[in-house]
């Protein structure tokens, strides 16, 4: 990976113009097709729920009720009475039912109607039932209700009210604020003081902004296939920004740091890209498998929005390794910016000082991070869930108007009223069952009043619409569609209908009780996935159960915060929460999965730097405690500050959609910030390095046999560092085309060769005899890694370029194949510079003379074609056949290798 992006990184530098006219195309193709887009929905539905399924049927057999509801309530001044302009009410209510895509509208003032006049005669609630969900409903529909209800507002006395409501209006459309521009610039002025120039500051916030546009428009151009809620472009655009920012801002600090030192731009660039852009795809990849792991919840909005988040991330993530340098290679030698006044030796800066203080107390530190968001956690415990209405709008909106007009004249119960419904096809008494249901309903607990039970024209579907004593997000509205639920079987024995619970607010219920039943499967999933990706990374058990911990630690104490915000009220005025009450539902699962990504970030640049460290200062030491925390404190001075901006920004990217931020996303956004900025700060920077101090030389222990069964990551690009620092060997002046030093397989038995030295140069032959030849071959190919020595084929090291060489050197395994001559021939074919080949000793006489003709027909084609061929062979059994088939083939005397080895590889498999 690392030797990939080091070499995408020095041709995006050499390229800039492609790469940003490419990255544009892109943005303009999205763009033309997100005008095409068909908007965002705001309706919510989970398949396989009771809810959702009565919904389906009564779009079946009572569409009247069915689709989305709208309502408004008309109040006069106290010691006036409602019916005195029953007049006016009923004659609008005659122009409501002519509107496009209304289906019924009820009359409080019915003869069959209860419940829609308040107890006192001052309000009346007008409902109107409308064709399909609130997206379904044209704009015209709800203008012209706006001024029909306008217009009845005017006839009543002064100090009335006629305020529109129900679901139809119940969630609103976010949208970008002033505050959010107040985020980018913080963004921008921490970007200023982290690199000291404005030129380089602006190439973060450049590629994010970028990322965030292309990722907008795939996001619009989605609406065209599937439904998208409106929160979804906002989340995304919310990750978006801050690891767009965060991704470039590790590359083009790193990029800054070796330039500064004395490094050619352009070859910073590549080395940026390959080593901080290894850790950037490693994290960026952690963040998507988290938000595709939305989807353990079976919700279908929710998977949606996680693939939409992931895909911005995706986006942010390509473009960092691939635009950041692009950009980088416009302002080439400028990066350096303006140094400071007075370098201070890194001993003496404030994250040194720091980092001392830390690992001086370890103990103390320790429990008093641990204990503090022990604390904070603490109002977590009361965190409710709900899906959003009407009530936590704001107070401006004529929707939240309503509801709250509606709670203080009826109730709030009749802002979530509940249906229930069933099929009565076998009932000779339709109108009576519903009549003795609704009895049986008014019984029950929390039920404040059943305004109509009726069956539907064919007689076949009744239903009973049942307005609860409490809010739709009160857990007692909950309570009490379990209550209706449990009734199933004795009202299926008594009356003969198979009930179902439905209605906007038992879906909402239904959708939280699912969300909340998903976060534990989720948290187990992200959890584990962490614990596993640090394993592969540090090669450690201490250092991932640490980080998995501090994770957790992080989750609970936002949870907590916005617990005591959204739920106790604290701070709730300043951060202009309109309503105190449950937080949306998706909240924790998303929270979860974007924080884990993000809490990796800071993870792998703080405690890769210590391990680079460690790994260095016991390269020739036996590994001790002094050693351990020395690197501590130097990995984490080293890091320390690209960290501090990264957790600035993002903290400021999130925290700058509270204040002015859209009902759903202003918990998720509070929780980000407040997560951000404890797992940085109080978690990795401080938590971190006391842990590590305590553990010491421990903290790296890893049992073998897992060190085996677990793949290598280079997340911060060592075989980038190891490729620059052999570019000159064997020799500066050297044209070998293989060559190899002290060379070693070994496995968890034995050792498959070791010690091999050589080096072929052009149209040379490398013969390998003895018990490990085919092993040397595979690894000449690229097919089997060395685990010690030096080796380079072609100019590529490996195993840094082990794909490359795979791609580019011929491999004829004879005694594997069914057709050894035409094995042969393939692997001469493409115009390959080098061919191993394995298996000639196993040929029949007239096979090897078959096999020399092939050989040397290869070599002349070569010759033809201006390159050479370069050959490695494997002696065998019969090494003297072997050299005798090269002979003939007219190859020179051959380089000879002899192998002693413990064991035969004859087994090994390419």
């Not at 022990?374 to 415990?381: C, L």
Request: net charge negative; charged share 15%.
């Amino acid at each position: 990976m690392s030797t990939l992006l080091y070499s995408l990184g020095r041709w995006s530098y050499r390229h800039p113009w492609r790469v940003l006219i490419a990255w544009l195309l892109v943005l303009g193709i999205a763009g033309g097709g997100a005008m095409l887009n068909k908007g965002t929905d705001n309706s919510f539905s989970i398949p396989g729920t009771e809810s959702q399924a009565g919904l389906e049927q009564l779009s079946r057999t009572f569409p009247q009720v069915s689709g989305t509801n709208a309502q408004f309530i008309a109040a006069v001044p106290d010691g006036s009475d409602i019916e005195t302009y029953k007049p006016q009410i009923e004659a609008t209510i005659a122009e409501l039912e002519k509107l496009d895509g209304v289906l019924a509208v009820t009359d409080p003032f019915g003869e069959t109607v209860d419940g829609l006049i308040a107890d006192d005669g001052s309000a009346a609630i007008v409902q109107l039932q409308f064709d399909g969900q609130a997206t379904d409903v044209p704009q015209q529909t709800k203008d012209d209700l706006t001024s029909i209800t306008a217009d009845l507002r005017t006839e009543l006395p002064d100090g009335s009210d006629v305020l529109l409501g129900g679901d139809l209006f119940a969630v609103s459309i976010p949208a970008i604020s002033i505050t959010e521009g107040v985020g980018l610039l913080i963004a921008l002025l921490v970007l200023i003081v982290t690199f000291r120039s404005f030129v380089v500051a602006g190439l973060p916030l450049l590629t994010a902004i970028l990322g965030v546009g292309i990722s907008m428009a795939a996001i619009f151009i989605a609406t065209l296939f599937t439904s998208i809620s409106s929160t979804t472009p906002l989340l995304a655009l919310m990750l978006g920004l801050a690891v767009g920012i965060d991704y470039s801002l590790f590359i083009v600090s790193r990029h800054q740091d070796q330039v500064r030192a004395g490094a050619d731009p352009e070859e910073s660039a590549a080395q940026a890209t390959g080593t901080a852009g290894s850790a950037v795809v490693f994290a960026g990849i952690t963040v998507l498998i988290a938000l595709i792991g939305l989807g353990f919840a079976g919700v279908p909005f929710l998977t949606t929005m996680g693939i939409a988040a992931s895909g911005a991330v995706l986006i942010g993530m390509c473009l960092a390794i691939t635009m950041t340098p692009a950009l980088l290679g416009f302002v080439k030698g400028k990066v350096a910016g303006r140094p400071p006044r007075k370098p201070r030796p890194r001993s003496r800066t404030f994250s040194a000082r720091w980092v001392r203080l830390v690992t001086r107390h370890p103990v103390i530190t320790t429990v008093a991070v641990v204990v503090g968001l022990g604390v904070v956690a603490i109002p977590s415990g009361s965190l409710a869930l709900a899906l959003p209405n009407a009530g936590v709008l704001p107070h401006s909106s004529e929707a939240r108007q309503s509801y709250d007009l509606v709670a203080e004249k009826f109730g709030p119960g009749f802002n979530g009223p509940l249906i229930v419904t069933g099929t009565i096809v076998t009932s000779t008494d339709p109108l009576g069952l519903m009549e003795d249901l609704a009895d049986e309903i008014r019984d029950l607990p929390g039920v404040k009043a059943v305004p109509l039970a009726t069956p539907n024209m064919t007689a076949d579907t009744g239903i009973v619409q049942v307005i609860p004593t409490t809010a739709p997000d009160d857990p007692v509205t909950a309570d009490l569609v379990r209550e209706l639920r449990s009734h199933h079987d004795e009202w299926k024995d008594t009356y003969g209908i198979d009930v179902s619970v439905t209605g906007f607010t038992a879906v909402a219920i239904d959708i939280s009780d699912k969300l909340g039943a998903a976060l534990l499967p989720f948290g187990v999933f992200v959890v584990g996935l962490s614990f596993i990706l640090l394993m592969i990374v540090f090669r450690s058990i201490w250092v991932p159960l640490k980080a998995t911990v501090g994770y957790l630690l992080s989750v609970l104490a936002a949870f907590g915060v916005v617990s005591a915000v959204f739920e106790w009220g604290w701070l709730a005025d300043a951060l202009h929460v309109a309503k105190v009450g449950p937080v949306i539902s998706f909240m924790p699962i998303v929270l979860m999965g974007v924080l884990f990504g993000l809490a990796m970030d800071y993870e792998v640049f703080l405690v890769s730097r210590m391990r680079e460290d460690f790994v260095h200062a016991t390269r020739f030491r036996r590994a001790d405690r002094a050693i351990a925390i020395a690197s501590v404190r130097s990995g984490f001075s080293a890091s320390a500050r690209v960290v501090t901006a990264a957790a600035l920004i993002m903290f400021a990217v999130f925290v700058a959609f509270v204040p002015e931020g859209d009902s759903s996303i202003k918990p998720i956004a509070l929780g980000l910030a407040v997560g951000i900025a404890v797992d940085a700060f109080l978690i990795r920077m401080t938590l971190t390095p006391a842990i590590m101090a305590l553990l010491g030389d421990k903290a790296w222990w890893f049992p073998r046999w897992l060190d085996r069964l677990l793949p290598h990551f280079d997340i911060e690009g060592e075989a980038v560092v190891r490729e620059k620092e052999l570019e000159q060997w064997p020799s500066p002046d050297s044209t070998a085309v293989i060559a190899a030093q002290d060379l070693a397989v070994r496995d968890e038995d034995a050792e498959l060769y070791s010690g091999v030295s050589f080096q072929v140069e052009a149209d040379d032959t490398l013969l390998v005899s003895g018990a490990g030849d085919r092993a040397v071959l595979l690894t000449i190919a690229g097919r089997l890694a060395p685990t010690d020595g030096i080796v380079k084929v072609l100019g590529r090291l490996l195993p840094a370029r082990g794909s490359w060489v795979r791609s580019n050197v011929g491999v004829a395994l004879l005694a594997d194949a069914a057709d050894p001559l035409r094995a042969l021939r393939t692997a001469f074919s493409g115009g390959t510079r080098l061919v191993v080949i394995d298996g000639l000793d196993a040929l029949s006489a007239a096979a090897r003379e078959q096999a020399a003709a092939t050989i040397r027909d290869a070599g002349l084609r070569a010759a033809r074609a201006g390159h050479s061929l370069t050959l490695a062979a494997s002696g065998g059994q019969y090494p003297a056949a072997v050299a005798d088939v090269l002979l003939r083939a007219d190859r020179s005397r051959p380089v000879t290798v002899e192998l002693a080895s413990v064991r035969s590889t004859r087994e090994v498999i390419a």
